[in-house]
């Protein structure tokens, strides 16, 4: 694990409401995010992007991550201009971030993994306390093979 200080970006894309404890038990909304966004081809219709990986924005924190959050997926963009109908825009802000690496395997079970892994630390294992504005998942080369997947979660710091 590392401790970044980030520059600040922008993404556009398919955004929902949820919770965690929705997501773990099966009754999710993220599985549906990214069935629309992929299927429907929408990286190709947002203007602007920077670079082809695709980010993953947890914000609007209603308290922890025990409560309702904001879960937007889509690609970083050099400009707010444009925007395609639908989608959302959404700043991730410069600040600290711990950098947390998931274990390679199968997608849909390292993400879960590593964000309880995230979950059980204290804030001197994740090097601070958590802010709960915004953490995001970044789905680069590694997770070309869905089965042989690595992920890199930012965890906003105080």
Do not use: C
């Amino acid at each position: 694990m590392n401790i970044d200080q980030k520059s600040g970006f922008y993404v556009v894309g398919l955004s929902t409401r949820t919770q965690n404890a929705a997501e773990m038990n099966g009754n999710g909304k993220i599985g549906d995010v990214w069935q629309r966004f992929l299927g429907q081809n929408l990286a190709a219709k947002i203007p602007n992007k920077l670079g082809i990986d695709l980010i993953a924005i947890y914000t609007d924190y209603e308290t922890d991550h025990t409560g309702h959050y904001t879960y937007l997926l889509g690609v970083p963009v050099s400009s707010t201009e444009h925007l395609p109908p639908g989608l959302m825009l959404k700043h991730v802000p410069a600040g600290r971030y711990a950098v947390l690496r998931s274990n390679r395997g199968v997608i849909k079970q390292v993400v879960p993994e590593l964000w309880q892994r995230i979950w059980s630390m204290s804030p001197s294992e994740l090097g601070g306390s958590r802010a709960f504005q915004v953490d995001y998942e970044i789905y680069d080369q590694r997770t070309a093979d869905p089965d042989n997947a690595q992920i890199e979660v930012h965890v906003g710091l105080r």
